[in-house]
């Protein structure tokens, strides 16, 4: 199967740094991304990872490891509005479709 | 440069009834996804519509079907509903038809309540 695997639920203080994991089958791996997604809403996109490495964008940077499967989003600074669920999607090359399976998401809360 | 719109917002329905949701695509989009996301859970992929055709299907039964149009606007419909339908409906834009690595835009979602 295509499984993606995440904590469920991590707490961190105001100002601190948080790393999510988020771990997948590396068979047909074709790219990955993170999204945020407030309660009730959308998830908005947020980083795309295809190549190792890290990839930094302001407060939000995220790392991949194709050979082990694995990927971290790490948010700097946080900030109370930081308290959100973070889904780790994956796209597997099947059948020349690239079709994003996602994770069940990390809830991520921020104490003052 | 218009976003991914879905309408309505909520709705209620009762078990046995049939359902269509509506979305938008963001402007310059051919692909319109959907999604089922229950409470606690990832999105579940539900369909892909690329240029007016299905693209691929998730673990979904047929009472789950779709439609894109020539604006690429889309529907999702599902009849003969279960409690189980209750979620939060997504749809997703973007531009390749799944076919090649492009990025996903998500609409703010229906929430359906089947009781």
């Known amino acids: 199967g295509q499984n993606i695997d995440q904590p469920t639920e991590m707490t961190a203080t105001e100002g601190a740094i948080v790393q999510i994991n988020c771990t997948y089958q590396t068979s047909g791996f074709n790219g990955l991304f993170w999204y945020q997604q407030h309660a009730g809403e959308a998830p908005t996109f947020l980083s795309y990872?295809?190549?190792?490495g890290l990839e930094e964008k302001g407060r939000f940077s995220s790392f991949l490891s194709r050979s082990k499967g694995y990927s971290y989003l790490l948010l700097k600074e946080l900030q109370m509005k930081d308290s959100a669920s973070y889904l780790c999607a994956v796209r597997w090359a099947s059948g020349g479709s690239y079709i994003p399976t996602f994770g069940r998401g990390t809830s991520l809360i921020v104490h003052p | 440069e218009t976003g991914v719109t879905q309408s309505p917002t909520h709705l209620i329905k009762t078990r046995g009834q049939q359902v269509t949701l509506r979305c938008s695509s963001q402007s310059g989009h051919n692909t319109v996804s959907w999604y089922q996301q229950a409470l606690g859970q990832g999105p579940q992929f539900i369909f892909q519509?690329?240029?007016?055709?299905?693209?691929g299907r998730g673990n979904f039964p047929p009472r789950f079907s779709g439609l894109q149009f020539p604006n690429y606007s889309s529907e999702l419909n599902v009849n003969a509903l279960e409690l189980d339908d209750s979620a939060l409906y997504l749809c997703?834009?973007?531009?390749?038809?799944?076919?090649?690595?492009?990025?996903?835009?998500f609409g703010p979602g229906t929430r359906l309540t089947v009781l």
């Open positions: 997703a834009s973007s531009l390749g038809g799944g076919r090649v690595a492009d990025t996903q835009y």
């Open positions: 990872n295809v190549l190792d």
């Open positions: 519509y690329y240029r007016e055709e299905e693209n």
